[in-house]
């Protein structure tokens, strides 16, 4: 996986290696020491109790009976004003800008927690491809090459081999396909390993996963999801965010929210006058 810095975190260059290279990039510099553990302290207090969240692409582990080792924390924004920082940091937003169109939005920005003994997960791509086992459920000739889907992993924990770092295949990317048995995933896949407060920048077309969490800690991440602003989003957020967020947000956070795209509108009941085209 090739890393970047704060400073060397050059757009064309990231989104090169997203598109034509390994399909994954490391940046470092983005989150103090303070920052995450703050979000660290968040995401355990929400996640100490085993009441079981909705997840995915984790049927071995509810078969198992190991589900209650994979946690999530969802609707993040309303559980601290750190989660706004990370989701809006000016240089994800300049690369995502570059990747996904200027008017781009967060589909979903979510913590999961893998506690030691915890399995992996079943080898996938993400939202809006994750169902693409189906692909008579998609557009005939949908493909890869234009990206409808970044994935952004804060990392609060250290990502070790031994901790269950994000295996992925590197180029996998180009082919826009669901991986199967034949692909021998865990025999080809690298591992996005790093440092708390690092951050894992992928295209969710790559085959990846999370890895069994071997080690004798946990490995918990935020896990960003942004997408372009015409795609329907994962999560209904603005739906989940107090009325106060919602009118005290940046102009960053209500473009990320989509509160900037009026679509889909009642277009009977709308201000009439023409509202689209060059003119």
Known sequence: MKRFTAETANP????????????????????????????????????????EKVTHFQGAAEEEGKLNLQRRVW???AKGEVFSRMAAHPKLLEILRAFLGTEFIMGSIAANRILPGGPGQEPHVDYPYWDFHKPETHP????????????????????????????????????????VAEDKFFERCE????????????????????MPNNADHDRSAILIQYLPKWVKPMEDMPAALP???????????????????????????ARAGNTEGRK
């Not at 591992?191 to 999370?210: I, N, R, S």
């Not at 009118?247 to 009977?268: C, T």
Request: aromatic content about 10%; overall charge negative.
């Open 243 to 269: 009325k106060e967020f919602l009118d005290q947000a940046s102009p960053d956070m209500r473009q990320l929210l989509g509160l900037n795209y009026p679509y889909p509108e009642v277009l009977d009941a």
């Open 191 to 210: 591992q996005m390993t790093g440092e708390p407060g690092e951050v894992a920048l992928f295209y969710g077309v790559t085959w990846h996963c999370a």
């Open 75 to 77: 609707n993040l924004l």
């Open 140 to 179: 005939v000739g949908f493909n890869g090459s234009f990206p409808m889907n970044a994935q952004v992993s804060v990392l609060l924990d250290p990502f070790t081999k031994e901790s269950g770092a994000t295996g992925y295949v590197p180029g996998s990317q180009k082919e826009l396909r669901y991986p």
């Open 12 to 51: 064309n260059d990231i989104i090169d290696e997203l598109l034509h290279g390994g399909g994954a990039v490391g940046i470092s510099g983005l989150f103090t020491p303070e920052e995450i553990a703050n979000a660290r302290a968040i995401v355990m207090a929400h996640s100490e109790e085993t009441a």
